[in-house]
């Protein structure tokens, strides 16, 4: 006889899903004093909300005391090829593989909704859908059921998937049986923590966020350290580095899933193009992707480190008509620019012009210090 589990993981299978892991709804000691200490040492940056909600983000059975078992779920979103290659094209802005299709907040949704419409009927049992969108840590609960391992970088790599993959989760009152968990299989392989260009782990299986380029293009609402520009290069929305070099890609799969591939104007899309985008085209371009909810001014402040790392003088004009952008956050990377491109004389002229009439304090600090 067919058990429910079976039953399950076929129905998640049909869903479209490539994993699916049971575990116990609750978490490991470690866990939470990881949580701990991560906090403690203020590597989580202004993501003031981990901290806020640390105490319910630490175990399972303090977000939902009910709950029984964690249904852990994989669905890939690779897409062939190394992502590292795109660093080369100075000209193009890089997007981080996962934010290239839709935004996966809304896929994983969907499918989690569905599947959990499904085992309520079949368990007569409560459930509960997370898509990384509430105080649940995904990552060691999936390592736990067996889904992958957390790698020296933090993040879950999978034997059958590698790196690229998303992480969905349903919590129920049903008991379920548990799978077996995954061991730790990163060796003395330490490619991903040697390849991050602004030295973002303090130790193995450690991130400070704080100098994450994936946190500093996505997370960081203020205005990027000097020390962490160049180190962008083109990097315009997350970092793939400490994913795309784990050797375990090596078993990586392309998504077959329509709604995750890649759309052609976010594979390779030029800075000279990104430059022009207002609000109203900012949103019009990113309608449906992850990007959006950046906003404009943190993606052109990110847009214009680019442009400052491209050498290309062809982008001047551009650059400085941004030096009159209402936003200072944009302001003041169209100064950083414009000091990397610029011939001397020309960025003197334009200093004299645009800076004792500017208003926002850390502007002028960027006019003193270009």
Not at 241 to 251: E, G, Q, S, T
Not at 296 to 321: M, Y
Not at 343 to 351: H, R, T
Request: glycine share 6%; proline share 4%; hydrophobic share 40%.
């Amino acid at each position: 006889m067919v058990t429910l589990v079976e039953r399950l993981k076929q129905q998640a299978r049909d869903e479209g899903f490539d994993a699916v892991h049971v575990t116990k709804a609750q978490s490991e000691s470690q866990t939470a004093s990881r949580l701990r200490h991560f906090i403690a040492e203020a590597f989580h940056g202004d993501m003031g909300w981990m901290a806020e909600t640390e105490h319910r983000r630490s175990d399972p059975r303090i977000l939902w005391p009910e709950a029984k078992s964690a249904i852990m779920l994989a669905l890939n979103y690779g897409q062939g090829g190394n992502p590292l290659d795109r660093l080369a094209q100075r000209g193009d802005g890089v997007i981080s593989v996962y934010a290239q299709g839709r935004d996966y907040h809304d896929v994983l949704k969907g499918k989690l909704k569905r599947l959990a419409q499904w085992l309520a009927h079949e368990a007569k049992a409560e459930v509960k859908i997370f898509a990384d969108t509430a105080p649940l840590m995904e990552k060691p609960l999936a390592a736990r059921a067996g889904l992958g391992w957390q790698g020296k970088h933090t993040n879950l790599v999978s034997r059958e998937l590698g790196s690229w993959f998303f992480i969905g989760a349903i919590l129920t009152t049903a008991e379920l049986p548990e799978d077996e968990s995954e061991t730790d299989h990163c060796g003395s392989c330490q490619a991903c923590l040697d390849i991050c260009p602004t030295n973002a782990f303090p130790a193995p299986y450690q991130l400070d966020a704080r100098r994450c380029i994936s946190y500093l293009t996505i997370e960081h609402k203020g205005h990027i350290a000097r020390e962490f520009r160049e180190a962008m290069g083109n990097r315009i929305y997350g970092c793939d580095d400490c994913l795309a070099v784990c050797p375990w890609n090596k078993f990586a799969q392309v998504a077959s899933e329509a709604k995750l591939k890649a759309r052609g104007d976010l594979v390779a899309p030029s800075l000279a193009d990104l430059l022009k985008l207002d609000d109203a085209a900012f949103r019009a371009k990113f309608s449906g992707s992850p990007i959006k909810r950046t906003g404009r001014d943190r993606f052109l402040r990110n847009v214009l480190i680019a442009a400052g790392n491209s050498g290309d003088q062809t982008l001047l004009p551009q650059i400085e008509e941004l030096l009159a952008d209402a936003s200072p956050l944009v302001r003041a990377m169209a100064v950083w620019a414009l000091s990397r491109l610029a011939a001397p004389d020309c960025f003197v002229n334009l200093k004299s012009c645009h800076a004792a009439t500017e208003p926002d304090e850390a502007v002028k600090a960027e006019w003193e210090a270009s």
